[in-house]
């Protein structure tokens, strides 16, 4: 909107100009949404202790978790909110990116709320079944796919990028479809997976949404992407306001999410802000790179899958308690401790992942 008004004005106010760069209107969309999160992060507590939606803590998890019970939980609606509606004041609205985006972000929203809507409203333990989730992660993670398929830069058609590599690119044609779902569905559960900590899932998100904002821009410049040898896709760097209203809305919401928590951001945010991270990946083709930067929701849901499949097998347990975090909690490491040592393998994986940009 705001741009919108830029270019209808700027040619009375050559000022307004400022408006039409995206790093400036990404610092503004950062800047806005951490303000909105800081400023109604309070009410939005208030209201969630009225309604009585306060977290569930299992009685097989830490006993150091107990006093958790009943702490505000669906926290994930005021950063959903946030990044909307920074998004509407300050991207460039006629790109489809920015919508696509904003459908993933909303679509998954909306499936964790289901699932916490049923368990923390309708005392539902189960919440939503399996069933149901995977369909509707499948279908709004599908649809999202074949638009960009059809309708997006043909880079999304064609292009897998490898890192360290510069001269190499695999042709996907169809088969973008299947990899951008599981990039998507699989991003979004292990976001879900992580989120058992105080701040711990909500640093990490920020770290990645970060880099792949710089990625976003990049990928959008002709003379950057050409120089990086990386697919030049046009209109992508409208992505990386997206990516900044995450950033923000993320610390605004660590700003109550830091322990001890004020609030947790339950289903709603994780499931809806790792789909909104995959979707970007899959826009500037750089799935592997995501991969890399996500090294701790990657370690996260390996360590779930390993833990399942040697129980099921050996009927033995590999770690004390997964997902990992848990597992170093029971050895006797204190919650802030676990937390603060994973946003420090975040950064250093994220690090790695930007750093392949520059090692073709």
């Known amino acids: ?128 079944s399996a069933t149901w989730k995977y369909f509707l992660q499948s279908l709004f993670g599908i649809s999202a796919v074949l638009y960009l398929f059809y309708f997006g830069d043909v880079s999304l058609k064609t292009q897998m990028v490898i890192p360290f590599v510069k ?14 779902y599981f990039v998507m569905v699989g991003s979004s559960n292990a976001v879900n997976l992580t989120d058992g900590l105080d701040g711990l899932a909500i640093m990490p998100v920020v770290l990645v949404a970060a880099a792949l904002g710089v990625i976003a821009y990049l990928s959008g410049h002709a003379v950057f992407s050409e120089y990086l040898y990386i697919p030049f896709i046009k209109n992508s760097g409208e992505v990386s306001i997206f990516c900044a209203a995450i950033v923000g809305s993320g610390l605004g919401f660590l700003w109550f999410n830091t322990y001890p928590a004020e609030m947790f951001m339950g289903d709603v945010g994780a499931l809806s802000l790792g789909a909104a991270l995959g979707i970007v990946a899959i826009i500037t083709r750089q799935e592997l790179v995501f991969f890399i930067m996500c090294g701790v929701f990657v370690m996260e849901t390996v360590s779930v899958i390993l833990q399942v499949g040697s129980y099921k097998l050996r009927k033995k347990r590999i770690f004390k308690m997964a997902p990992i975090h848990h597992h170093f909690e029971l050895k006797g490491w204190p919650e802030a401790k676990v937390v603060v040592r994973f946003w420090i393998l975040a950064l250093i994986m994220v690090l790695v992942g930007l750093a392949t940009l520059k090692i073709r």
């Not at 400022?18 to 800047?31: C, D, E, M, P, V």
């Not at 001269?167 to 951008?180: E, H, K, N, Q, Y």
Request: proline share 3%.
């Open 1 to 128: 909107m705001i741009h919108w008004l830029a270019e209808y004005f700027r040619g009375d106010l050559s000022w307004l100009n400022l408006f039409s760069y995206q790093t400036f209107r990404a610092i503004g969309a950062a800047l806005t949404a951490l303000i909105l999160s800081l400023f109604l992060g309070p009410a939005f507590i208030r209201k969630l202790q009225m309604k009585q939606i306060g977290q569930q803590v299992r009685k097989l998890g830490p006993e150091s978790h107990y006093s958790k019970q009943g702490t505000p939980t669906m926290g994930g609606g005021l950063i959903i909110f946030a990044v909307l509606l920074s998004c509407l004041l300050w991207a460039n609205l006629s790109i489809n990116y920015v919508w696509v985006c904003m459908y993933v972000l909303f679509g998954f929203g909306l499936i964790g709320w289901l699932d916490d809507y049923r368990k923390l409203v309708l005392k539902n333990s189960a919440g939503l």
């Open 167 to 180: 001269d190499l690119d695999w042709s996907l044609g169809w088969l973008v479809i299947p990899l951008g």
